[in-house]
């Protein structure tokens, strides 16, 4: 019955920058933008029955003054399985499913800019077999991955355009690594997943 809170800190210092009280929470994720610009705390939000889960973005713009937040809310059959930030950029991308359905569709979002921007949904791509996204350290390239079981579908988005540039499969891939230039890819399959 308590309320969660989630408290933004200075360190040494431990000047609290910013605070939110969150209710009915099941479940809090907390994932920092690269360079500091962000933080997102994803809050799985119980429904009034109890019966179902609700996910929320609770999202920190850290340049801005006072630390605003922006609330952005999902639909009650949205289910979010994957968040991911673009690493130099000011994007991020979810995977995410409606209801029971098994069709899982990728969404691409803008926080605007740095400073005093707006989120904005940039582009839905349906039907995407995608449970994991892993963004280019170059930025603008993202690898939406299924690597649920043992399919290792592999599929590169220019995100800028939306457009599709490359698809591949890696049989039991279980880890993905780019390079830190952005331009090669590592797949393996780890022997703990797949003897």
């Known amino acids: 019955n308590q309320p969660a809170k989630v408290v933004l800190m200075e360190l040494p210092s431990r000047t609290e920058l910013r605070q939110k009280n969150l209710f009915s929470v099941a479940d809090l994720r907390m994932t920092w933008h690269d360079q500091g610009h962000f933080l997102c705390v994803k809050v799985g939000k119980h429904s009034k029955s109890k019966k179902t889960l609700n996910s929320v973005f609770e999202l920190f713009r850290l340049r801005d003054k006072d630390v605003p937040i922006e609330v952005c809310e999902f639909s ?111 797949t393996s399959v780890s022997h703990w997943r797949h003897q």
């Open 76 to 186: 009650k059959d949205t289910v979010v399985i994957a968040f991911a930030w673009e690493c130099k950029g000011i994007r991020f991308g979810i995977v995410h499913t409606e209801g029971a359905s098994n069709r899982t569709d990728v969404s691409f979002y803008s926080m605007g800019s740095k400073y005093n921007g707006r989120v904005s949904l940039m582009k839905t791509l349906e039907k995407k077999a995608a449970n994991l996204l892993f963004w280019s350290p170059a930025g603008s390239i993202c690898l939406l991955a299924n690597l649920k079981g043992t399919s290792g579908q592999l599929e590169w988005v220019d995100v800028n355009t939306c457009q599709t540039i490359g698809e591949a499969e890696h049989f039991m891939c279980s880890n993905i690594d780019w390079d830190p230039t952005g331009r090669f890819i590592a």
